[in-house]
């Protein structure tokens, strides 16, 4: 069952006011042709405006009550005018609730009694002219209904629309702040683990080292709560986005990475965010994967600013293992890699070079605008 609205009470109030003063004026005005009114025509006239009160919960039963009252208090011959405007709301209501075979049956019973009165009341046709008002009239009211309830309609569906809109890009978010963190722990988290491995292996032997690695660790897992928490502010009521992954912070990327890295960047200029998160992403996994199956390995980290594309190539001298290949083990490396390629129309192939393995990605760049 539908609600009561918050505003039928006012509506009720205003229109049983409406109706009773307004046909004090129509009878006075009518004196000479229609009966005056009494408290029957008094209670008549409230049955309407009672009605409104219920029209959400019972609306076609309502509506029908609506209108024998109206019957009633035309063929007892009191004033027309004013007791018509309940059962024009009523009416009304129930196209836009829906209910359009039921209106349009007792807006076509409707007609029919108002026309088979005036031939009663008379005996005789009242006229062309008097029935083509009433049927204008009354299918003027239905077209008006109609219309609200299709521009209703129309409203629900584009709000609908946006709403599922706001889902998928709440989605698509989610998404990447999982993307995100996946390779912000899988980063720092390996990095960790391989300096402190080193630490441990030289405690004895090197302790100098030793305390380069556990200045690493540090460094390390202060940059994973940093990135953490930047991600998790997303989720924050009106907290802004922004990013901490961009080209700008490479240098501090590879000198935490503990590898022997050379950097080129040929034409470096700023780039869309999506693209630089992307290609900083791309080398961030790249570094992670050569300390952890390659350490000791030098790797060369390339950065081509073409016109249409960033190309990001990242390459290791050391060994690399089967798995790294196959995409089926444990790790999202890889495949993470291509699909924040593929997210941008671009393409990732990651594979051996010699006797090392190399990670080449194309993103293309959206166009600038003249």
């Known amino acids: 069952m539908r609600k009561q609205s918050g505003f039928d009470p006012y509506l009720a109030l205003i229109v049983a006011v409406a109706q009773v003063v307004l046909s004090q004026g129509a009878a006075w005005g009518q004196r000479a042709s229609r009966e005056p009114l009494d408290p029957v025509a008094y209670a008549l006239l409230l049955v309407g405006p009672l009605m409104i009160l219920v029209r959400r919960k019972y ?8 209108l024998l009252a109206t019957y009633v208090y035309t063929w007892l011959g009191y004033p027309y005018g004013p007791v018509y405007l309940a059962p024009i709301i009523m009416l009304f209501s129930l196209v836009t609730q829906g209910l359009r075979v039921a209106a349009w049956s007792m807006a076509g019973v409707t007609l029919a009694v108002f026309l088979s009165y005036g031939y009663l ?3 005789e046709s009242a006229g062309l002219f008097h029935d ?3 049927t204008a009239f009354i299918l003027l009211v239905m077209v008006m209904a109609e219309l609200t309830r299709i521009l209703r309609e129309r409203r629900a569906q584009q709000q609908r629309a946006v709403d599922e809109e706001t889902r998928r890009q709440a989605s698509e978010e989610r998404l990447t702040m999982a993307q995100e963190l996946h390779d912000v ?24 080292h030793a305390r380069t690695a556990l200045a690493t660790i540090k460094t390390a897992s202060k940059e994973v709560l940093g990135e953490m928490r930047s991600v998790l502010n997303v989720l924050r009521e009106g907290a802004p986005r922004s990013p901490t992954a961009g080209l700008d912070r490479l240098d501090e990327l ?4 503990g590898l022997d890295v050379t950097l080129d960047r040929a034409g470096s200029r700023p780039l869309p965010s999506q693209v630089e998160r992307a290609a900083y992403r791309i080398v961030q996994e790249s570094l992670t994967n050569a300390a952890r199956y390659a350490p000791g390995s030098r790797v060369t980290v390339q950065l081509e600013y073409g016109p249409a594309e960033l190309t990001v190539r990242i390459a290791d001298t050391g060994a690399t293992t089967a798995t790294m290949l196959s995409e089926e083990g444990s790790g999202n490396g890889i495949p993470g890699m291509r699909e924040r390629a593929s997210a941008l129309g671009g393409t990732l192939v990651a594979g051996p070079a010699g ?8 993103l293309p760049l959206p166009e600038e605008n003249p």
């Open 59 to 66: 609306p076609v039963t309502a509506t029908i009550i609506t």
């Open 121 to 123: 009341l008379s005996g």
């Open 132 to 134: 083509s008002a009433i």
């Open 185 to 208: 722990l899988a980063h720092n988290i390996s990095l960790i683990h391989v300096q402190a491995s080193t630490a441990l292996h030289l405690m004895d032997d090197n302790p100098e």
């Open 254 to 257: 590879v000198e935490r990475s």
């Open 355 to 362: 006797t090392g393995f190399q990670v080449s990605a194309r």
